[in-house]
């Protein structure tokens, strides 16, 4: 079948070059040196070409050479397009065969000579050798035909670039055929729409393919030769059918004489007229998808009126010829408008080796399978958060699992509001709430206000990773932890309605959000949680435009955000603390805190919850021993008295050692980093690693030798 120039994928090639001769007709042994990748198209060759400049050949150009099978003589002709750089110099001319070829033959009027079948198989009986054989095949005779003629010089090792069908992966062989030829229109109005901004790119640097393919369009094939597809709606006469289809070409004056007949429906005396048994391309379809849905051609229906134009179209980039640019000039050419006003182009998704995924190479997972492994929103929420704008998506199914993860997190964060076993608790006034509390919300109001932007600019993997941040680092990692009190029996009936009302508030919120990336699970909580009313769907329920801290003060918020802030980073510090001598887990240590601000005294409770902590004292009056570990916070600074936590010279022993063990890290990345081989023979990836691994081990020897200073 016919294929468009946008279906054949160059691939790089490790081909052969070969060198023969062509004797100069009535010469005496004088000869030029061809060079060829294809030997076996010699015999539709019309010409040899050389350039007008080259000086080698300039005493030839207008005498003949000779063709050696099937053996005829073929003019030199002279041609500013022969790279005198490639190969010899002097290139043979196949117009059938060659599309470069083609248009030097028609600027020279060169015989058109087709000597391969539809099924690519050597259609030349006078060469009974080669007649038959498959190309590839007809290549190998060829050559070794040259050879036994004496007329191969040698053949070299070549890589060149070679066009492959995007469908079958297989090479693809020019070749003249009879075809239905479209001349796009609208042409300018398609460029300047986007040229001007009325139909915006995103990203927008796929404007400059878009506008370098329109300023280098060609006539469209429109014909194929495919079992199923769109028939071509054209008929031709019985009585002329043979001389129309040996026609050289067919125009609108085989229409004018009656010859032919274009239409959807048969002519009246359908027996006497046979339809052409092509099919068009499918894009030929396609391209009139925006309107062709909606309505009749020349029929504007109420639903084309009221969804067309529409906002956006979401594609791939390895479609904008295919598809984009043409709907666009359809649009123009059978509506008057353009079609839509946004394209968005989608990441193409790739295995982790930069491949296309496809079945041929298996590197295509199943998504019915990734769907039962982790759930329908783990696996559209894991694609989306690694999907960076303009640019492709290396697959790694360990994102998926993070989808999986984060729905799980969402879950669990219910499960413990649900085990409060209370109905939704709406807040009876927004001030005076703790800071926790404020500082959430204020978060939530930030992130809605955030992801407005973030929509509007197409920036869907960034309102991906907002939204799993929000929930993972700000709701449960910080609000829960902080709130557990007020869960407790020992909590008041005012600080449990007020920590219950603002899960309530920021949870069905932030599940509106969320909805649109994952739908199924979000869907179900909100039905859970109360967020919805019986028969309500969220996925119809409008997001509140008033934030949830409107009425509030923005000096409070600010003020809570602040201590709140505060209170993390302290409890963060302290925590690092207990890491540093092996004491992570423990809950009984009792901490220090000196020249803290006055606010801290409200949050020793919260801030030993936080920390893990056993006792928060405040005590300005505190000397510290020799030895004891400390930590400058936002809160004061925080010391952790070791007495009776540590046997002293058994830390010191075991921070010695490290110590040794750390230096010995140390050389080994210095003399790697030292060794100019290495340097110069390893991947720059591999070296900045290495750099930053000794970065990484002189910080950790660093530390480790502020440790054992601490301990005297």
């Known amino acids: 079948t016919a294929l468009s120039d946008e279906e054949v994928i160059m691939k790089p090639q490790r081909s052969k070059l070969y060198f023969m001769k062509y004797a100069i007709s009535g010469s005496d042994g004088e000869f030029l040196e061809i060079s060829t990748t294809r030997p076996e198209t010699l015999m539709g060759d019309t010409a ?48 059938a065969h060659d599309k470069a070829d083609f248009e030097i033959g028609q600027r020279h009027n060169l015989e058109i000579i087709d000597i391969l079948t539809p099924d690519a198989h050597i259609n030349c009986p006078e060469v009974p050798e080669l007649h038959g054989l498959d190309r590839f095949v007809a290549r190998k005779r060829a050559a070794a035909k040259l050879e036994e003629m004496g007329l191969l010089i040698k053949v070299e090792e070549y890589d060149n670039n070679v066009g492959f069908s995007e469908r079958a992966d297989v090479p693809i062989e020019p070749r003249i055929s009879m075809q239905w030829f479209l001349k796009y229109p609208c042409v300018h109005e398609a460029s300047e729409a986007v040229a001007s901004g009325d139909i915006v790119f995103r990203p927008e640097r796929w404007a400059k393919t878009y506008a370098h393919w329109m300023e280098n369009l060609q006539d469209w094939c429109i014909s194929r030769q495919l079992w199923w597809g769109h028939q071509i709606p054209v008929w031709y006469r019985k009585d002329k059918l043979e001389a129309l289809r040996n026609a050289e070409s067919l125009d609108m004056s085989d229409f004018s004489a009656g010859d032919i007949h274009v239409g959807v429906e048969a002519p009246e005396d359908a027996e006497n007229w046979q339809r052409d048994e092509d099919v068009m391309d499918t894009w030929f379809s396609s391209w009139l998808w925006p309107f062709a849905t909606m309505t009749d051609v020349g029929e504007e229906s109420d639903t084309l009126k009221k969804f067309y134009p529409t906002d956006d179209l979401v594609t791939g980039p390895d479609i904008i010829f295919f598809w984009v640019a043409r709907m666009i000039m359809a649009g123009f050419k059978f509506t008057g408008a353009l079609p839509f006003r946004n394209v968005y182009f989608t990441s193409i998704i790739r295995d982790l080796q930069g491949r296309k995924m496809s079945k041929s190479l298996g590197n295509s997972p199943d998504p019915i399978d990734l769907m039962e492994k982790y759930g329908a929103d783990g696996l559209r929420f894991g694609l989306m958060r690694i999907a960076p704008v303009g640019a492709d998506v290396r697959f790694d199914e360990s994102s998926i699992g993070e989808g999986r993860n984060f729905a799980n997190k969402l879950y669990n964060a219910c499960r413990f509001r649900q085990m409060a076993g209370e109905e939704v608790q709406l807040l009876e006034t927004y001030t005076d709430l703790p800071v926790y509390h404020l500082d959430v919300m204020a978060k939530l109001d930030e992130l809605t206000a955030d992801l407005a932007a973030l929509y509007a600019d197409y920036r869907f993997g960034e309102i991906a990773q907002r939204l799993y941040e929000f929930l993972w680092s700000e709701f449960c990692d910080r609000f829960l932890e902080a709130v557990k009190l007020d869960l407790r029996e020992t909590a008041t009936p005012a600080e449990r309605a007020a920590t219950l009302g603002t899960f309530d508030a920021v949870m069905g919120r932030f599940l509106q959000l969320l909805h649109p990336y994952m739908p199924h699970v979000t869907e179900e909580l909100s039905s859970r949680m109360g967020y919805v009313a019986a028969g309500e769907y969220l996925m119809r329920k409008v997001l509140p435009e008033e934030p949830l801290l409107a009425l509030v003060h923005v000096e409070s918020i600010d003020g809570a955000k602040k201590v709140a802030a505060d209170i993390y980073e302290a409890a963060a510090r302290i925590r690092n603390l207990k890491a540093e001598y092996k004491m992570g887990s423990r809950k009984d240590i009792r901490f220090i805190v000196k020249l803290a601000p006055e606010w801290v005294t409200a949050e020793t409770k919260i801030l030993a919850l936080l920390a893990g902590a056993g006792e928060i004292a405040l005590d300005n009056t505190y000397e510290a021993q020799k030895g004891t570990p400390a930590s400058i916070t936002p809160a004061g600074e925080v010391y952790m008295p070791l007495e009776g936590l540590i046997d002293v010279e058994a830390e010191r022993i075991r921070i010695t050692r490290e110590i040794e063990k750390t230096e010995l890290e140390v050389r080994k990345a210095e003399g790697k980093l030292g060794n100019a081989s290495f340097v110069d023979r390893a991947p720059p990836e591999v070296v900045v690693q290495e750099k930053a691994r000794l970065a990484d081990w002189h910080g950790k020897l660093q530390q480790l030798r502020d440790m054992l200073a601490a301990l005297g």
């Open 48 to 95: 040899v070409a050389v350039n007008p400049k080259d000086p080698r050949f300039a005493k030839y150009i207008g005498l003949n050479v000779i063709r050696p099978f099937p053996l005829a003589e073929i003019p030199i002709i002279a041609d500013e397009h022969v790279d005198m750089e490639f190969g010899t110099g002097a290139l043979k001319i196949t117009p």
